[in-house]
T-cell receptor, first 113, second 110 residues
């Protein structure tokens, strides 16, 4: 089954404790992206990757890191999480090109206390 | 900002009625996409309309695009309780990047 998986689905952590949210897709997509969703703000792009070893900042990259060492994986790293990073996070993937739909993972609900 | 703005923010209708949601944007686009999100879950792609298209259908969905008014509408006909979800428009440019609106919350009462 074609899908995007994220782990963990739920995470409660404390300020400053490094964490990684994994994202994996099995559709051989070149493009992958991370979003955060907050009430009243819609989805905002954090980072994206056009292919292996090619990553770039989205609209809200501060406090986040990513890597793309393999085509299927695109982990999101929070080196020192803060309470304002409490949010619902989504990973998405697509074939490269403007008119391709994006496939979304199920989401990771992160709470930073 | 290129962000799409949906209208209304929330909509409540009875099963069997039609639901119409609108999306306005501020800049030129390559395409406009609509996604559905069931509560707290991942977004699911519904339909994509290119900037040179005016109308597109998919099952009970009808999307229109008016580039002169920078607006799009999503019509769901004969709605069902299972259509209850949030609906987002997403503005597509020359690359894969999408700018999402804040969504319309649709409640279909059985």
């Amino acid at each position: 089954e074609a899908q995007v998986t994220q782990n963990p689905r739920y995470l409660i952590t404390v300020t400053g404790k490094k964490l990684t949210v994994t994202c994996s897709q099995n559709m051989n997509h070149e493009y992958m992206s991370w979003y955060r969703q907050d009430p009243g703000l819609g989805l905002r792009q954090i980072y994206y990757s056009m292919n292996v070893e090619v990553t770039d900042k989205g609209d809200v990259p501060e406090g986040y890191k990513v890597s793309r060492k393999e085509k299927r994986n695109f982990p999101l790293i929070l080196e020192s999480p803060s309470p304002n990073q409490t949010s619902l996070y989504f990973c998405a993937s697509a074939h490269t090109g403007a008119t391709y739909e994006q496939y979304f993972g199920p989401g990771t609900r992160l709470t930073v206390t | 900002s290129q962000q799409g703005e949906e209208d209304p923010q929330a909509l409540s209708i009875q099963e069997g009625e039609n639901a119409t949601m609108n999306c306005s944007y501020k800049t030129s686009i390559n395409n406009l996409q609509w996604y559905r999100q069931n509560s707290g879950r991942g977004l699911v792609h519904l339909i994509l309309i290119r900037s040179n298209e005016r109308e597109k259908h998919s099952g009970r969905l009808r999307v229109t695009l008016d580039t002169s008014k920078k607006s799009s509408s999503l019509l769901i006909t004969a709605s069902r309780a299972a259509d209850t979800a949030s609906y987002f428009c997403a503005i597509g440019g020359a690359t894969n990047k999408l700018i999402f609106g804040t969504g319309t919350l649709l409640a279909v009462q059985p």
